[in-house]
């Protein structure tokens, strides 16, 4: 970030994950859930500041939670879904139009904090190992996509991927 005094970024994580192995003698199940304590602001109180929107960071979420479900089966497929859930995000919105001789074109009295909606991306994928040293998967991201997305973070969309990979 420019033009700014300093910033403060600072968290707390906790991840809780467990596997369990061979169940019903046929598969391995692993999972994991990560939870994100993320406190962020900007440390200048300028008011003549250029370019200072405001005191948070945008695109920066308050609580962030990703979860990990992965299934291993004998015959060497993968169920993999995993996915994070982003809250209390914000960006910042004209509020109303500067004049283009205002010296403080770009500063907090024209700019407000909009809240963005808490997503839900969810991703599947699915991989089967060939001969050893092969993979081929197909994959959907964000599975959960409405396209009735925010205006001011309109997210990635739905994608579909197919792919494999070789271990030499």
């Known amino acids: 970030y420019t033009n700014i ?8 994580e906790a991840t809780v994950s467990g596997k369990s192995e ?6 391995d199940v692993n999972a994991s859930v990560t939870y994100t304590y993320n406190y962020a602001k900007r440390l200048d109180d300028t008011h003549d500041a250029n370019v200072n929107m405001g005191k948070k960071f945008e695109g920066t979420p308050e ?13 060497k497929t993968t169920l993999n879904l995993f996915g994070n859930y982003t809250i209390n995000q914000i960006m910042y919105a004209m ?5 283009t001789t205002d010296p403080e074109e770009y500063s907090t009295r024209y700019f407000k904090a909009v809240k963005l909606h808490n997503p839900l991306m969810l991703n599947v994928k699915l991989s089967q190992n ?3 040293n ?13 396209y009735n997305a925010d ?6 969309g739905r994608m579909f991927y197919i792919g494999g990979s070789a271990r030499l």
């Open 22 to 27: 061979r169940l019903a003698d046929i598969v």
């Open 63 to 75: 609580h962030t939670i990703i979860a990990d479900l992965r299934f291993d089966f004998v015959t």
């Open 95 to 99: 509020k109303s139009q500067p004049q």
């Open 5 to 12: 005094d300093g910033a403060i970024s600072q968290g707390v």
């Open 130 to 132: 060939i001969m050893e």
């Open 134 to 146: 092969f993979d081929v998967y197909v994959m959907c991201k964000n599975v959960f996509d409405d």
């Open 151 to 156: 205006p001011f973070n309109p997210g990635p």
